[in-house]
């Protein structure tokens, strides 16, 4: 049961990787932009079906290894192999997309497409007037759970054992376990509220990130990354809810004793409700919205304002004269940062320490 929830997981991430041609923008193709029209142009049709195949026998190949590695060592020992081997398979799945992105590349400087269509930016001055988000006040209830564990441990202190489990393996066993103490006990709740911080963050992103709008039809783009936005939104928050609610059951079975068969099932269980909730949301909206049905018709005269040359590798934005800090990614679901913006790199160093630091000053 506990292997086939990382097998479930990997199939989940190799269907993500490999349909993400398809549930990125239209004016984007492997990380270069193109004019929408030019989107079902045979070419870069035949690249997504290739990046999709290569990338799904990739996903089949890593299946059978560890299939046959796991049968090889114990558990413990392939949980390290399954990581690296997740690791190792989005590295390889980067380089068969970096083969598209040069071709993509070389197709655009072929067909001239920047001289057959006016370069122009599409702005709605009334965009961040308008609540693309959910209210941040429903993250209130993840909260008011992360008080109430933290107020019964404490309360309950001196009927948890000296002795708390602190991690399991597999088989459910105990592989660690930590004398009881404030900071110990506390560490749950601490994790919880980091969480909290994370995804309110998020949240925040999803609301002001960089407006993007396609020139070809500015009207239907917006409508478009509203919704894209607002079901995004929705998502964070109930994935905050949800990733509380498991750090949640560790601190209870300190004192109830759970059986770690159970624990595991419940956690895999909401892990994979929220990876398939994210693979579902990806498929049926795209990235800014471009999955949703349009509704109004647009020209084919314009295109965005080719800035390639920001995209390095055509995933990392690196744009000093952009004040903007989070952009939406060019390939795939979701944002990014301007690396040009040193408060991007605070950003990112801080989500990276703040959890191992709680994990050091208070274990």
Same mark, same amino acid.
């Given at each position: 049961?506990?292997?086939?929830?990382?097998?479930?997981?990997?199939?989940?991430?190799?269907?993500?990787?490999?349909?993400?041609?398809?549930?990125?923008?239209?004016?984007?193709?492997?990380?270069?932009?193109?004019?929408?029209?030019?989107?079902?142009?045979?070419?870069?049709?035949?690249?997504?079906?290739?990046?999709?195949?290569?990338?799904?026998?990739?996903?089949?190949?890593?299946?059978?290894?560890?299939?046959?590695?796991?049968?090889?060592?114990?558990?413990? @020992?392939?949980?390290?192999? +399954?990581?690296?081997?997740?690791?190792? +398979?989005?590295?390889?799945?980067?380089?068969?997309?970096?083969? +598209?992105?040069?071709?993509?590349?070389?197709?655009?400087?072929?067909?001239?497409?920047?001289?057959?269509?006016?370069?122009?930016?599409?702005?709605?001055?009334?965009?961040?007037?308008?609540?693309?988000?959910?209210?941040?006040?429903?993250?209130?209830?993840?909260?008011?759970?992360?008080?109430?564990?933290?107020?019964?441990?404490?309360? @309950?202190?001196?009927?948890?054992?000296?002795?708390?489990?602190?991690?399991?393996?597999?088989?459910?066993?105990?592989?660690?376990?930590?004398?009881?103490?404030?900071?110990?006990?506390?560490?749950?709740?601490?994790?919880?509220?980091?969480?909290?911080?994370?995804?309110?963050?998020?949240?925040?992103?999803?609301? @002001?990130?960089?407006?993007?709008?396609?020139?070809?039809?500015?009207?239907?783009?917006?409508?478009?990354?509203?919704?894209?936005?607002?079901?995004?939104?929705?998502?964070?928050?109930?994935?905050?809810?949800?990733?509380?609610?498991?750090?949640?059951?560790?601190?209870?079975?300190?004192?109830?004793?759970?059986?770690?068969?159970?624990?595991?099932?419940?956690?895999?269980?909401?892990?994979?409700?929220?990876?398939?909730?994210?693979?579902?949301?990806?498929?049926?909206?795209?990235?800014?919205?471009?999955?949703?049905?349009?509704?109004?018709?647009?020209?084919?005269?314009?295109?965005? @304002?080719?800035?390639?040359?920001?995209?390095?590798?055509?995933?990392?934005?690196?744009?000093?004269?952009?004040?903007?800090?989070?952009?939406?990614?060019?390939?795939?679901?979701?944002?990014?940062?301007?690396?040009?913006?040193?408060?991007?790199?605070?950003?990112?160093?801080?989500?990276?320490?703040?959890?191992?630091?709680?994990?050091?000053?208070?274990?």
């Amino acid at each position: 049961m506990m292997e086939l929830s990382l097998y479930i997981i990997f199939a989940l991430i190799v269907i993500i990787a490999s349909i993400t041609p398809y549930i990125t923008r239209k004016t984007e193709s492997f990380g270069v932009s193109i004019p929408s029209d030019y989107y079902h142009h045979p070419i870069p049709s035949r690249f997504r079906k290739h990046y999709f195949s290569q990338s799904f026998i990739l996903g089949i190949v890593f299946t059978i290894l560890f299939l046959f590695i796991e049968g090889e060592m114990g558990t413990d @020992r392939f949980v390290i192999v +399954y990581t690296v081997g997740i690791f190792m +398979y989005l590295i390889l799945t980067f380089f068969v997309y970096y083969r +598209y992105h040069r071709q993509m590349k070389q197709l655009k400087e072929k067909e001239n497409w920047k001289e057959k269509k006016k370069e122009v930016v599409a702005v709605d001055i009334q965009f961040y007037k308008k609540k693309k988000t959910y209210s941040n006040i429903w993250f209130i209830i993840p909260l008011i759970i992360t008080i109430a564990t933290a107020v019964w441990l404490l309360i @309950r202190f001196e009927d948890i054992p000296e002795k708390i489990p602190m991690q399991y393996n597999l088989d459910g066993e105990v592989v660690n376990w930590m004398e009881k103490s404030v900071g110990t006990i506390l560490l749950f709740p601490l994790i919880q509220f980091f969480l909290i911080g994370l995804f309110l963050f998020i949240n925040i992103v999803i609301e @002001r990130s960089k407006q993007q709008t396609d020139p070809a039809n500015p009207k239907d783009s917006i409508q478009k990354n509203m919704i894209f936005r607002k079901r995004w939104s929705l998502f964070t928050i109930v994935s905050s809810t949800a990733l509380v609610l498991i750090f949640s059951i560790p601190p209870i079975s300190f004192l109830y004793p759970i059986d770690s068969q159970i624990l595991f099932v419940i956690t895999m269980a909401i892990t994979i409700s929220i990876v398939i909730g994210a693979l579902l949301l990806a498929v049926t909206t795209g990235q800014g919205g471009s999955r949703i049905k349009s509704v109004n018709g647009g020209t084919e005269e314009f295109m965005n @304002r080719d800035d390639d040359r920001y995209w390095k590798l055509g995933q990392f934005y690196f744009n000093p004269e952009d004040p903007a800090v989070w952009v939406e990614k060019r390939f795939g679901v979701g944002w990014t940062v301007n690396f040009a913006r040193p408060i991007a790199w605070i950003i990112l160093i801080l989500i990276v320490a703040v959890p191992i630091l709680i994990t050091i000053l208070l274990v």
